[in-house]
Nanobody, 122 residues
Framework: VQLQASGGGLVQAGGSLRLSCAAS????????MAWFRQSPGTEREFVAR????????YYADSVKGRFTISRDNAKNTVYLQMNSLKPEDTAVYYC????????????????WGQGTLVTVSS
């Protein structure tokens, strides 16, 4: 599967953005989907994941209550709605697809999008 992330940009602290990740292929619904992010000089970190059906989600503590991950299997797309953004949310955001039911590390995901930059100004 090929993934294409979009929706990043510059936003003021307290603002919102919605990221999208469009997938090619007919097997999108068979993958667990996730978002990770990476700031300069840091390792790529888990942000959120959603189960194949979209019914189960999990979030990193740093974004819980502010970010919402969702998916539309009919459109082969996963979303990340980001509210109440903080300067520390500034990073390149990556979408990923994998087969592990419980997966929080980069090694557990097989396919990656190219990343989209989110910059939050204070």
């Amino acid at each position: 599967v090929q993934l294409q992330a979009s929706g990043g940009g510059l936003v003021q602290a307290g603002g919102s953005l919605r990221l999208s990740c469009a997938a090619s292929g007919r097997t999108f619904s068979s993958y667990v989907m996730a978002w990770f992010r990476q700031s300069p000089g840091t390792e790529r970190e888990f942000v959120a994941r959603v189960a194949r059906s979209g019914g189960v989600t999990y979030y990193a503590d740093s974004v819980k209550g502010r970010f919402t991950i969702s998916r539309d299997n009919a459109k082969n797309t996963v979303y990340l709605q980001m509210n109440s953004l903080k300067p520390e949310d500034t990073a390149v955001y990556y979408c990923a697809a994998g087969n592990y039911l419980v997966a929080f590390t980069t090694a557990q995901y097989d396919y990656w999008g190219q990343g989209t930059l989110v910059t939050v100004s204070s």
